[in-house]
Nanobody
Framework: QVQLVESGGGLVQAGGSLRLSCAAS????????MGWYRQAPGKQRELVAA???????NYADSVKGRFTISRDNAKNTVYLQMNSLKPEDTAVYYC?????????????????WGQGTLVTVSS
């Protein structure tokens, strides 16, 4: 069974930095896009940043210039470096991956979510 495991959340003061990591494990044939979403209390889940297998990236306007997404394809891991954090960045951050899971019958395409990691930015 494919799963995503996140780490790196926590409490930080405004202006500080955090680095989130997300590792995919299981019977993975290939991973296309990987990304980070977040959901603040009372708000909808939103895309923060995404990166394709070829390295193309996409960012929400609110984090451009402050956050950097990267991935290590050999480790099936995606990272989110968050700098100049603001209180409005406080949210649960979820890792997401579009991938192909392999099995004896071939492979199937899945969208997989991590369990979420809490980021709290104090003012």
């Amino acid at each position: 069974q494919v799963q995503l495991v996140e780490s790196g959340g926590g409490l930080v003061q405004a202006g500080g930095s955090l680095r989130l990591s997300c590792a995919a494990s299981g019977s993975i044939f290939s991973i296309n896009a990987m990304g980070w979403y977040r959901q603040a209390p009372g708000k909808q889940r939103e895309l923060v940043a995404a990166v394709t297998s070829g390295g193309s990236t996409n960012y929400a306007d609110s984090v451009k210039g402050r956050f950097t997404i990267s991935r290590d394809n050999a480790k099936n891991t995606v990272y989110l470096q968050m700098n100049s954090l603001k209180p409005e960045d406080t949210a649960v951050y979820y890792c997401n991956a579009d991938l192909a899971e392999s099995s004896v019958a071939g492979f199937r395409y899945l969208e997989v979510w991590g369990q979420g990691t809490l980021v709290t930015v104090s003012s």
